[in-house]
């Protein structure tokens, strides 16, 4: 088998400017550990990598400084979980959320992605390159495994993986060495794919025929500006099919397809932008926050807060203004 990547994350490290630093206690001895320089944020960065196949990586950083990061990606596919965050990939744009899987597919492409300061970036990432999902799997399991890209954007902000969630915690946590850790590792990777695909099977929902046409595009814009313009409003679904002129079903799956989020999370990812913003320029209370971005119930703000970004409200403010 030909291995087609060396090395995957020490390389945008480094270009990034971090640098090598000791283990910290928490982490396994079997990775390496690198942080970033100070004038950048605190904090680190670990990774334990299968050459050619495979890396494991677990961020505990916070940023001083809001920061655009703009790196050249390699070829590979990922899964990763966020505890907490807040930023946007911007390439296409995309709301960056905690407490839900997100999957990955780079072709090589530029990633730029902008990330806000005093939120920790708390979370860990699985990375497969080509020589495993690729090569390995396919030698192992010929005609057997599934477009390995197409399964990994499916479960793309999936919130209900408690599998996998479970699988990256024991993971985080393993302080085995040698051939243990080995043998650990590679088990988890190869069980982590087993549950994607498992997950992507219970996934494949409504598939219109044929593709999206010009008209259906327009109106799919029509309904993403409209939310836009709306988001702290009530927003039935009723106001959106007219405007899209289609079936409640075809507007979910398409706007999906269009945007990468569903309806509703496109909905509170403007109401927690918004919501940020507020928090950190304005005294505003928590209650009157949640009124203006479109909920009647500072709870139930507070706990869709939490869910997109690691943090309730007060908390955000707190590191905000600190």
Excluded at 115 to 126: A, D, F, Q, S
Excluded at 142 to 167: Q, R, T
């Amino acid at each position: 088998m030909e291995l087609q990547t060396k090395s995957l994350p020490e390389p945008c490290l480094l270009q990034l400017g971090f640098h090598p630093c000791p283990c910290k206690d928490t982490l396994n001895l079997e990775g390496v550990c690198f942080e970033p320089p100070e004038e950048f944020g605190k904090g680190y960065y670990w990774y334990y990598e299968r050459e050619g196949l495979f890396a494991i990586a677990i961020l505990d950083f916070c940023l001083k400084e809001d920061k655009l990061l703009e790196y050249q990606q390699q070829d590979f596919i990922s899964i990763n979980y966020y505890d907490t965050i807040s930023a946007e990939e911007l390439s296409p744009y995309k709301r960056i959320s905690a407490n839900c899987i997100r999957g990955h597919v780079s072709d090589s492409q530029m990633f730029r992605a902008r990330y806000h300061k005093n939120v920790p970036i708390r979370g860990m990432e699985l990375m497969f390159m080509p020589g495993y999902y690729h090569d390995y799997l396919e030698r192992k399991y010929p005609e057997e495994f599934p477009d390995p890209k197409a399964a990994f954007l499916s479960v793309d902000g999936i919130s209900d993986f408690p599998e996998l969630v479970l699988l990256m915690r024991q993971i985080q946590t393993f302080q085995g060495t040698g051939i243990a850790a080995h043998l650990f590792y590679e088990s988890k990777v190869a069980e982590a794919i087993s549950l994607i695909i498992e997950k992507t099977k219970e996934h494949k929902g409504f598939m219109p025929s044929g593709e999206l046409t010009k008209e259906d595009l327009v109106n799919l814009d029509a309904v993403k500006c409209y939310i836009e313009d709306h988001c702290a409003f009530d927003i039935r679904t009723d106001q959106l099919t007219k405007i899209a002129c289609m079936g409640q079903t075809k507007l979910r799956y398409s706007f999906k397809k269009r945007y990468g989020y569903t309806i509703t999370e496109y909905i509170q990812n403007k109401r927690v932008a918004h919501a940020e913003y507020m928090l950190m320029k304005t005294d505003f209370t928590i209650s009157q926050i949640a009124e203006a971005v479109g909920y009647h119930h500072s709870g139930r703000f507070a706990s869709l807060f939490r869910k997109n970004t690691g943090l309730y409200p007060d908390e955000y403010r707190r590191l905000m203004k600190k």
